[in-house]
């Protein structure tokens, strides 16, 4: 699909085509659903957030300009809703008694010791325990490929708030890592 | 030492590539000379490469049919989320009114306004109501009528009366009396009102004694100190004005009764 043919689908589901919205749908959902998973961290959380934001993404595609590519101005969408859902979930967890943190916490130990025996594994468990806003630039910009200035446009904030995250990112990454290894 | 982060900014755009072709220069001549922007560049370099090799999607987790039912699923929230598809759809139209758009914030201010308008109102009319309370002179009114006033004036005495002298009052905290001066307010305009009514000698003398507790009580400040506290209960205390009250109050309650009864032998 070529922009041209986007552009006109987008124009279509302006005007409330729900056949041309589920054309974006199509097209846009496995990364969309990769950018919510690379903040919520759960396939289940990952589908929920997604899902909400294409909702969204339908009820104020009015408000999309075209001064912008639809799939930054998506994924900015899928952020946003994920970023919320972290929140909720992050509150949901202080309400969990000891008894459970309890449990959740060994669970979590015997899979971390699983999770060592295999390095990729290990590695992506490092990248998934770094500050939402570091990983969500290193997945976006290493992982998802996007630009610097699309990241920086997805998260609102300048290109030099986008590197410095992305740098001190890759240094938490790499400090950890070398942490681990001794 | 640590690199300064801008440094550490431009060594990452080196990396990428993602600067102009006389930085780049400058970068490698800086780095031929530097050992450790050199070691910091290996260091993010092996990083970057480990990155790359990672390329993990998570969507390839998801089965095919998932993939399939996703826009469906999508289809089905856009129905529910249509409006007045959704019980909570009014939560969020009043939530508008709170975070929506300027449009929206002002006919919340609107609709707060005229609500505290109209409030404002009945509470004004409350206190006329209160303040013009006709006297005998003007408008005749029933014995029957006098008596369940009095019997309602010394019955609130009571327990106003009752509240104040087991009242605890903490050190160095004001206690709070502002209910306390409202209902007095009340029961000496209701006081007024019952004097120029005949009533026994009796009812008015106690009155009279109950009135300098009321009067003391509604000028007192609203957050009162321990003397304004212990000087209304000496005067409760003093006067015996409790059992007092009590016994009008019996008073009142078998006059009552004894009217009702009479009125139904004449029926």
Known sequence: MTAADEQHIIHRAKTGDNGAFRLLVSRHMKQAYNVAYSIVQNHHEAEEAAQDAFVRAFRFLGRFREDSEFSTWLYRIVVNVSLNRVKKMKRRMSRETDETRALTSAAADDMHTHENSDTMQHFEKVLHDLPIMQRAVVILRHLDGLSTKQVSSILRCSEGTVKTHLFRGLRNLRERLEFIRQ | ?267
């Open chain 2, 1 to 267: 030492m640590r690199i300064e982060e801008h440094i550490l900014n431009l060594l990452y755009d080196y990396l990428l590539g993602e600067m102009s072709e006389k930085e780049r220069l400058q970068a490698e001549v800086h780095l031929q000379h530097c050992e450790e922007c050199n070691a910091e560049c290996d260091k993010m370099q092996s990083t970057l490469e480990r990155l790359s090799e990672l390329r993990y999607a998570p969507s390839t987790e998801r089965s095919s049919e998932f993939w399939s039912e996703f826009p469906i699923a999508v289809g089905r929230r856009l129905q529910a989320h249509k409006p007045g598809g959704r019980a909570l759809h009014w939560v969020r139209w009043w939530g508008q009114l709170l975070y929506g758009s300027p449009r929206y914030r002002i006919a919340g201010a609107l609709i707060v306004l005229a609500v505290g308008t109209v409030f404002v109102m009945k509470w004004n009319a409350g206190e006329k109501q209160i303040s013009s309370i006709p006297d005998k002179g003007k408008i005749g009114i029933p014995l029957e009528l006098v008596d369940q006033r009095a019997q309602k004036y010394f019955r609130q005495s009571g327990v106003l009366m009752v509240e104040l002298a087991n009242r605890k009052h903490y050190e160095g905290k004001p206690t709070d009396l502002s209910l306390e001066r409202r209902v007095s307010r009340q029961l000496l305009n209701e006081a007024r009102f019952l004097k120029q009514q005949p009533l026994t000698p009796y009812t008015t003398q106690l009155m009279s004694d109950i009135e300098p507790v009321l009067i003391e009580l509604a000028n007192s400040e609203h957050h009162s100190e321990k003397p304004t506290v212990e000087l209304l209960r000496d005067g409760i205390f003093q006067g015996n004005l409790l059992f007092k009250v009590r016994m009008a109050q019996i008073a009142y309650d078998s006059t009552t009764r004894m009217r009702i009864q009479y009125a139904s032998m004449k029926e």
